[in-house]
């Protein structure tokens, strides 16, 4: 057998059969054939390394590339039905190929040649993709976390232009600003006070303890600059709003490490005192409790937004820690959405909404149930008897606050599996 008997034939509109390819069920004859295809990479090279990195993306869509003709008396006609099969109908089609055999697909580029010493004979130049028989339908991946931090991006963003369009220091006395100041200051000092423990909570856990470590640090350094600087950044809302949202954004690690424990620092530093109400006695007063009222409002806007940013993070134990955090979020938000102005009430309600989808989302978590043990045991044997193994006896010493791990008795609150 030789690769002619090999090839495909049509049947041309004369009856005749000969070697040649059909889309749509309308033949032509064949000149000449290509085809393109490979894998689809990406070439990574580096500096001062000699190899590169072929990264494989995936196989590359067939093309084929086909030089063909139809010839006769009745050309014309069949030169019109094929130009109709290639570019009037929407969507692929079946392609018979004379070298590749039967193929779906789609006709991207078409020119038409014609000329009076070829009367009687119209060439084509075609350009087919090959598409798959059912298109790969994406794949749609639920992000709650990601549409907690974009909506938590939105609010941080309308609760500094809340902050600029409400706060005006034009034409007032220092002693205006005082309120403002001892705002900031106690703002500060409470972000320090509660994120410092957890921030060295963190460091237990975290692999870059050094950069924990460093993270410390550079809150505390963040904090002081705050309080040196109260003075004229009471001036500047915008400068004022970035320099407090960078402090608590400057825990990257620690929150990586430990999102749980810092959300939880967040969530009571925003009832941190800001100081007490300015009197309204005069109209200079009044301008400083306007004052008061959106910069308090703002700095405790940024508290709660990065705790809700956090709480989809943390790697609940159970669907009950879970609720709780969540109902502490939410009770933050509901507080901020009480005194929002036009500009931020909508973004804290989108994202108070996110919160409430996200936490605990389709994670399957365990329930707390409740179990009396009447004899003293080690705390190891009591969770090895529940889970099969020692890992949650920290839990159980936690949830329950237990004295001594050697000797553990009464009613407990325990996880319903190790799950």
Known sequence: MSWPSDLRRVTLTNGKTMIGASFRGVPFLVDQA?????????????PLRDQPFVEDLGK???????????????????????????????????L?????????AICTNLSIHESKSAGGMATF??????????APAPTVVDDPAGKVATSADAATAASKAELVAKYDTA?????????????????AAGLQAKLAPAVRAAEQLADTADSVTQQIATLGAKVRILAAQASSLVRQPAELFDAFRDAIRSLGD??????????????????????????????TRRRERANQLALTGALRQVIAVEAARLAPLVPYASIEDATTARGQVVALLDDL???????????????????????????????VITIE?????????????????????DDIIARNKIPHPLFVSGVLKVLSNAG
């Open 96 to 104: 018979r190929h004379p070298y590749y055999g039967t193929k779906r």
């Open 34 to 46: 290509e085809y393109a295809g490979g894998r689809r990479t990406v070439l990574h090279e580096f």
């Open 337 to 367: 959405a009480l005194t929002a102005g036009d500009t931020a009430y909508p973004t804290i309600v989108t994202l108070r909404s996110d919160v409430m989808r996200a936490i605990p989302g389709s994670r399957a978590l365990a329930r």
């Open 254 to 283: 620690a929150a990586e490490a430990a999102p749980g424990a810092v959300k939880d620092a967040l969530v009571e530093a925003y009832g941190t005192d800001l100081g007490r109400a300015v009197p309204e006695i005069t109209r």
């Open 171 to 187: 034409g007032l006395p220092s002693s205006a600003l005082a309120s403002a100041e001892t705002a900031l200051k106690n703002a």
């Open 125 to 134: 130049s075609l350009e087919f993709i090959e598409t798959p028989a059912q």
């Open 60 to 94: 590359r869509a067939a093309t084929f590339r086909v030089d063909g003709y139809v010839i006769g008396d009745d050309y014309l006609a069949q030169r019109d039905a094929l130009r109709a099969a290639l570019e009037d109908t929407e969507g692929p089609g079946e």
């Open 373 to 393: 043990i009447r004899e003293p045991i080690p705390v190891d044997v009591l969770a090895y008897r529940l889970y099969g193994s020692v890992d949650l006896a």
